[in-house]
């Protein structure tokens, strides 16, 4: 089982607030990545980082944004929540090469009212 | 980068193998082929993963055709709790400059009935 942490694991939050979703990881993994998904679609990958001062936009665009300051901890930041964030927001990380075998959180479910 | 088809959905007996395909025609020589699963909207658990050779781990039997072009998951006993969205993905070695290179499709959902 991987060690892998996202809080919180639900938020609701009225328009206009500014918000982070935490992930941790324990097992030192260099790459990170941020996915977006909503109810009974398909993961899209918004953000990715390759390890410390390393982040890169995935293939969907995001107003969010995020920062790797540290191996272990990969935050994703909304500096103004719209209804249009309402999703939930999957952190994962991999194990290095070879291959790229991605053990992702529990998610955070956030609803923007 | 090669995208993966699946058939959207498929039913099993509960007992019984469930096999479910994958097709990833343009896979190229250093792609992995890896299977993802995720359970009523938990984060995707990872499954398997294989290159050339045939798989197996305490989950779950993975065949690859020798072209690699297809691919098939094996659960050998399904369980009810196996009811999920079953994701095949193609991925690079996951050097750098690779990483963010996994696409998650629509993938199949398995159906295990009593």
Redesign the interface.
Known sequence: EADIYQTPRYLVIGTGKKITLECSQTMGHDKMYWYQQDPGMELHLIHYSYGVNSTEKGDLSSESTVSRIRTEHFPLTLESARPSHTSQYLCASSFPPPGDTQYFGPGTRLTVL | DAKTTQPPSMDCAEGRAANLPCNHSTISGNE?V?W?RQIH??????II?G?KNNETNEMASLIITEDRKSSTLILPHATLRDTAVYYCIV??????G??????????TTLTVKP
């Open positions: 992995y890896y993802y909207s938990q984060g995707p658990q990872y993963h290159l991925s690079p070695e996951g050097g750098c690779n990483a963010g290179k996994s696409t998650f499709g629509d993938g």
